[in-house]
């Protein structure tokens, strides 16, 4: 069946502009992820959806970031005034019930240059 | 809080040599251990988890990795390399709460 899938595979934009990176996760999983990954890093955890609600928002790095998921599917990260430092991998996962058991399923990650 | 330690940011193994990725974890509760790999510009693939029960466990493309709770540790194992496994690994911890948390990964080479 289809996977996780992420939009646009590749995003370059000013500094100060505003972004917004889309997550399409499995059909029927409740929870959803987006992660961060910085060149040479792991994934860092920015954010965990429990159907429509954020559960946990406590890795977003600053208030400049926000995300949505507002019919319990697809969720958009948003980034306002983007920096520099905003450049990474965005990825997004879903699981089937967010249980810590689960395992995540990720998409093939949004790629965020700021010039 | 959990968290892991991946020992050896590259490691380099020859074509039918055995593979070794270290991955000691830190939690104060019982933990959920996970391996992910990532080939290049492609997402992160689940290989194998420790939940509960046996501690040995088996993934997909032959890897396994054994759960040591007196040495804290989830060590990925492969008896025998392949040129297809050359990629980037990750071990993920979790337990009381909902977000895995990841090491900083190795990069496999595997050579001729």
């Known amino acids: 069946g289809a996977g996780v899938s992420q939009t646009p595979s590749n995003k370059v934009t000013e500094k100060g502009k505003y972004v917004e990176l889309r997550c399409d996760p499995i059909s029927g999983h409740t929870a959803l992820y987006w992660y961060r990954q910085s060149l040479g890093q792991g994934p860092e955890f920015l954010i965990y959806?429990?159907?429509?609600?954020?559960?946990?928002d406590s890795g977003l790095p600053n208030d400049r970031f926000f995300a949505v998921r507002p019919e319990g599917s697809v969720s958009t990260l948003k980034i306002q005034r983007t920096e520099r430092g905003d450049s990474a991998v965005y990825l997004c996962a879903s699981s089937l019930n967010g249980q810590s058991n689960s395992p995540l399923h990720f998409g093939n990650g949004t790629r965020l240059t700021v010039t | 809080a959990q968290s892991v330690t991946q020992l050896g940011s590259h490691v380099s193994v020859s074509e039918g040599a055995l593979v070794l990725l270290r991955c000691n974890y830190s939690?104060?509760?019982?933990?959920?251990l996970f391996w992910y790999v990532q080939y290049p510009n492609q997402g992160l693939q689940l290989l194998l988890k420790?939940?509960?029960?046996?501690?040995l466990v088996k993934g997909i493309n032959g890897f396994e990795a054994e759960f040591k709770k007196s040495e804290t540790s989830f060590h990925l194992t492969k008896p025998s390399a392949h040129m297809s496994d050359a990629a980037e690994y990750f071990c993920?911890?979790?337990?009381?709460?909902?977000?895995?948390?990841f090491g900083k990964g190795t990069s496999l080479l595997v050579t001729p």
């Open positions: 420790y939940t509960t029960g046996a501690t």
């Open positions: 939690s104060s509760v019982p933990p959920y």
């Open positions: 959806f429990q159907g429509t609600g954020a559960a946990d």
């Open positions: 993920a911890v979790t337990g009381s709460g909902y977000a895995l948390n």
